[in-house]
């Protein structure tokens, strides 16, 4: 076990995407075993030391920021002990990288469905945060793919759990973990029926093992994943499409959305998008108001068919036919990738640059109000004055707009500007986090989601897994709400 405890050593600890200020700690604590874990916990537990759990720093929520206490970092806890054709299954420690655990799967010919932006996330921090990605439109999030989590309690006990060992109801929510007795207070308040990663998972009849996914470090330290996998599509289809006018290119996404296409990925870039990619890259059509990515399964039939099928839909939206992308091979495929993934990268740019937090929602709607929420998102921009960039999931109606302030002004401004769009998002039945989770930044949104009440439901129920409140602190909610209860 590592430990750093030298300024200049751990100050990289202290940041994430969120660009969040302000982060401290006495030490970083760098454990190789899910027992030494344990026993980091269990000492910080009795000295009621508080404790953040960081991965791989490309969350955008401030969740690995710490304000005191200590840090345990699970970047050594690295290792991928099985990929198994035959299980259809994989083994890995929490600290793998998204990128390494895909490249091994598909040595096998298997596809790890989770395919999030960050390629240098850690596979511990996508269940943690019920990440999902751009592919979750065929494959849905990361919590449909766990199969069994090991974890460390903060009184040092190694909790592991497989799914289907445990039915939690409202009736009958006690458990025993190695003699540990928990009365686990499952929340009343319903989830909204989308793609959902804000706050804690909670419904009657749900099982044990989805508490922790998504519980964003405030229950357990996450040591190890078994998840599943699904087969390597051998051929898929990649194309960018460009178009003059944003309202066909969400024409375009609802009818692929309704129509039976297998189809993994639906991503939406707005004329701002495209504009900030066009500095690196000069192929990208000038004059374009908007362009959907997409990502076709094609097996089984042939190329020719499902272009000539993709070629009727595009010529109904008026997409420019003379200026899309098609991918030939799976080396273009990757570059298309790369292309959207791109674009994260290009805004975070310029938040460093002007050092003011960008302010990014992460908001999903039920499909038949999702024009509504995108004709409020343009509306309410269109005058504003503020820079502005809208991309994401489109296929998912779920997309992610973020205003990028230049000024104390501009930044009060945005703020009731993306407060305006929680508040519409939830009013349509929607959730204000449908991937990126709460951290330590978007407080106000879960209230708005659940109100006061939801909020003291979640207190109570980590205070049942963490009585002396030292594990993940103010992520999800205040810390001075555990203080209340």
């Known amino acids: ?64 920021i710490p304000f005191g206490g200590i840090v345990i970092s699970t970047e050594r806890l690295n290792s991928i002990s099985g990929v198994s054709a035959e299980k259809m299954s994989a083994v890995v420690q929490a600290g793998v ?12 010919g298997l596809f790890y469905t989770s395919h999030p932006t960050e390629k240098t996330a850690f596979v511990g921090g996508t269940v943690s945060t019920n990440a999902s990605g751009a592919r979750s439109f065929k494959y849905g999030p990361t919590r449909k793919y766990v199969r069994r989590l090991k974890m460390a309690l903060t009184n040092g006990y190694i909790a592991d759990i497989r799914r289907g060992e445990r039915v939690l109801t409202r009736l009958n929510s006690r458990i025993n973990l190695g003699g540990f007795g928990i009365d686990v207070p499952l929340p009343a308040y319903k989830m909204p029926d989308v793609k959902n990663s804000a706050g804690y998972f ?10 922790f996914i998504g519980q964003e470090g405030t229950l357990s330290v996450i040591t190890e994943i078994e998840m599943a996998l699904v087969k390597k599509p051998p051929e898929i289809l ?50 374009m108001k908007a362009a959907i990515f997409f990502e076709e399964d094609t097996h089984g039939r042939k190329a020719d068919a499902s272009i000539e099928k993709w070629l009727k839909t595009i010529s109904r939206h008026n997409a420019s036919l003379d200026d899309s992308w098609v991918a030939m091979n799976e080396t273009e495929a990757d570059k298309f990738t790369k292309f959207r993934h791109d674009i994260p990268e290009a805004v975070n740019d310029i938040i460093r640059r002007t050092g003011f937090q960008k302010l990014s929602t992460d908001i999903a709607v039920p499909d038949d109000k999702f024009p509504e929420m995108m004709k409020f998102y343009v509306d309410r921009l269109k005058n504003s004055g503020l820079e502005h960039v809208i991309f994401g999931h489109i296929g998912e109606s779920h997309l992610h707009v973020n205003i990028l302030p230049k000024s104390e002004d501009e930044l009060a401004e945005g703020r009731k500007i993306a407060l305006g769009f929680v508040k519409k998002g939830v009013s349509l039945g929607g959730t204000v986090s449908a991937e990126h989770g709460i951290g330590k930044i978007k407080h106000l949104y879960l209230e708005a989601m659940y109100g006061k009440q939801g909020i003291m439901e979640m207190a109570l129920l980590k205070k049942a897994f963490d009585p002396n409140c030292i594990l993940g602190l103010d992520n999800i909610f205040p810390r001075e709400i555990l203080d209340s209860i």
């Open 202 to 211: 909670a419904k009657d009849g749900m099982d044990l093992i989805d508490l």
């Open 97 to 108: 990288l998204v990128e390494d655990l895909k490249n091994a799967c598909e040595k096998d």
């Open 238 to 287: 990649s194309s960018f499409l460009f178009f003059k006018r944003e309202e066909d290119a969400w024409g375009f996404s609802e009818e692929v959305r309704k129509r039976a296409f297998d189809v993994l990925s639906v991503e939406y870039l707005d004329s701002n998008a495209l504009r900030l990619l066009s500095i690196k890259n000069p192929n990208v059509p000038a004059r």
């Open 1 to 64: 076990m590592l430990i750093k405890d030298k300024p200049d050593t751990i100050k990289n600890y202290f940041e994430d995407s969120s660009n969040m200020k302000g982060g401290r700690a006495e030490k970083v604590v760098l454990p190789e075993s899910a027992e030494e874990a344990a026993i980091v916990l269990k000492e910080a537990n009795s000295k009621k030391i508080p404790v953040t759990v960081s991965g791989g720093g490309t969350g955008t929520t401030g969740s690995r």
